[in-house]
């Protein structure tokens, strides 16, 4: 059974950075598409960030462009965010998640992906 468990929120304030960690296990880390979804009070689940199981693709939302980066580590099974010049508006639940299949084309949209870890939570303020 896939397990992500995701580490490295906290407290944060406006224009600082976080370097969020997730690590996966329960199945072939490289053959599948990784990224990073928030969810904030009230609001829906965003995709954040993703990279294509190939390393050659990677998505942003408009809103991080810039600012965040993802990356991934096949030889530790583990996909990172790090996130600079943090903004309140950022403040959510940060989980990553995996692709719904092995060598998946789709990378851009949250029906790409099959499972979430619990999360982690990111607070920017003053």
């Known amino acids: 059974q896939v397990q992500l468990v995701e580490s490295g929120g906290g407290l944060v304030q406006p224009g600082g950075s976080l370097r969020l960690s997730c690590v996966a296990s329960g199945h072939t880390f490289s053959k599948y598409t990784m990224g990073w979804f928030r969810q904030a009070p009230g609001k829906e689940r965003e995709l954040v960030a993703s990279m294509h199981w190939s390393g050659f693709s990677t998505y942003y939302a408009d809103s991080v462009k810039g600012r965040f980066t993802i990356s991934r580590d096949n030889a530790k099974n583990t996909v990172y965010l790090q996130m600079n010049s943090l903004k309140p508006e950022d403040t959510a639940v940060y989980s990553c998640?995996?692709?719904?299949?092995?060598?998946?084309?789709?990378?851009?949209?949250?029906?790409?992906?099959?499972?979430w870890g619990q999360g982690t939570q990111v607070t920017v303020s003053s």
């Open positions: 998640a995996h692709g719904a299949i092995t060598y998946g084309l789709g990378y851009d949209h949250e029906a790409d992906f099959g499972s």
